[in-house]
């Protein structure tokens, strides 16, 4: 069993910085490809980066590019999305996901994290 925990979320404004980490336990995160994911008030959830198990392959939704970096610290077992210059559009609950498959795609992801909240104020 994984168990993904999310913290670093929180009330930042516009053009602020967060970083968000995920942590697990059970199963050692270093064996799973790290993804984050975020859903906003009353749209669906949506991908927004991910990142091979070894750090090597990473990818993002257009719209971060540039602005988001995606991290892992396999000895921490702990996966990161540095977020800066963030927008009121970044507005949602983020969550952490992890998945056996290698590929660095936005589905199959089979363990979540409860989420945690980002409020970007203009």
């Known amino acids: 069993q994984v168990q993904l925990v999310e913290s670093g979320g929180g009330l930042v404004q516009a053009g602020d910085s967060l970083r968000l980490s995920c942590t697990t336990s059970g199963r050692a995160f270093n064996s799973l490809t790290g993804g984050w994911f975020r859903q906003a008030p009353g749209k669906e959830l949506e991908f927004v980066a991910a990142?091979?198990?070894?750090?090597?392959?990473?990818r993002y939704k257009d719209s971060v590019k540039g602005r988001f970096t995606i991290s892992r610290d396999n000895a921490e077992n702990t996966v990161y999305l540095q977020m800066n210059s963030l927008k009121p559009e970044d507005t949602a609950v983020y969550y952490c996901?992890?998945?056996?498959?290698?590929?660095?795609?936005?589905?199959?992801?089979?363990?979540w994290g409860q989420g945690t909240q980002v409020t970007v104020s203009s």
């Open positions: 996901a992890g998945k056996a498959s290698v590929l660095v795609t936005p589905d199959a992801y089979i363990y």
């Open positions: 990142i091979s198990w070894n750090g090597r392959n990473t």
